[in-house]
């Protein structure tokens, strides 16, 4: 399986920082992708899991510049997220799991925003099933029956929104991808300052 550590909680994360909440940020963008943002986002908030497996690595904004705005920024979180889910299925890959289609479920599925970006940077098909939102309590609960029971197939929801990739901005993404998977090494070697708080100096 693949484990990303900060996925919804990126953005949750960047509308505290932002000062908007999802629903706001999420406004001044477009409901489909038309072009990666010029900005970067690594959303290794609390280290990444796959497939880097590194605890201590973390996040960051990159190419900002003078003529950047908090959509560029909040585009560039749904997109970082989109690529670490990327790697993630590359990881799968590599194990001889090739995955055709998938189902969208969490918080993040409320975005077509979102679920496009995906469906583009993971170059499938994507299904937003009914009540996705609650998805993740579904999963663990068929996890739980296929532990009690011993099944291990499940019928695919037949309902629900698909968003399928675009073969030009799918391939917009494969190069964006590209040039954001060289970000970690560069992130990986900042050193970490301490997690002290800055004091006030007129206490």
């Given at each position: 399986?693949?484990?990303?550590?900060?996925?919804?909680?990126?953005?949750?994360?960047?509308?505290?920082?932002?000062?908007?909440?999802?629903?706001?940020?999420?406004?001044?963008?477009?409901?489909?992708?038309?072009?990666?943002?010029?900005?970067?986002?690594?959303?290794?908030?609390?280290?990444?899991?796959?497939?880097?497996?590194?605890?201590?690595?973390?996040?960051?904004?990159?190419?900002l510049g003078a003529g950047t705005t908090r959509a560029m920024m909040t585009q560039?979180?749904?997109?970082?997220?989109?690529?670490?889910?990327?790697?993630?299925?590359?990881?799968?890959?590599?194990?001889?799991?090739?995955?055709?289609?998938?189902?969208?479920?969490?918080?993040g599925a409320r975005s077509d925003l979102w679920c496009d970006v995906l469906a583009?940077?993971?170059?499938l098909p994507l299904r937003r099933i009914e009540g996705a939102a609650h998805g993740?309590?579904?999963?663990?609960?068929?996890?739980?029956?296929?532990?009690?029971?011993?099944?291990?197939?499940?019928?695919?929801?037949?309902?629900?929104?698909?968003?399928?990739?675009?073969?030009?901005?799918?391939?917009?993404?494969?190069?964006?991808?590209?040039?954001?998977?060289?970000?970690?090494?560069?992130?990986?070697?900042?050193?970490?300052?301490?997690?002290?708080?800055?004091?006030?100096?007129?206490?």
């Open positions: 399986m693949g484990v990303l550590l900060s996925a919804a909680a990126s953005l949750s994360w960047w509308c505290g920082q932002a000062g908007g909440d999802e629903a706001q940020l999420l406004a001044e963008l477009p409901t489909a992708a038309g072009a990666p943002s010029p900005c970067w986002f690594v959303p290794y908030l609390s280290g990444e899991r796959t497939p880097h497996n590194d605890a201590d690595v973390r996040g960051a904004f990159l190419q560039a979180v749904l997109e970082g997220v989109a690529y670490a889910f990327r790697d993630a299925r590359d990881a799968l890959a590599s194990a001889g799991t090739r995955i055709t289609a998938a189902d969208v479920v969490g918080g583009n940077v993971l170059n993740p309590a579904l999963g663990a609960a068929r996890l739980g029956q296929a532990a009690c029971s011993g099944t291990h197939r499940f019928p695919r929801p037949t309902d629900g929104r698909i968003f399928a990739p675009r073969a030009a901005l799918a391939q917009r993404y494969d190069d964006a991808h590209a040039r954001w998977s060289s970000l970690y090494p560069l992130v990986r070697q900042v050193p970490r300052i301490g997690t002290e708080s800055i004091e006030d100096p007129a206490a």
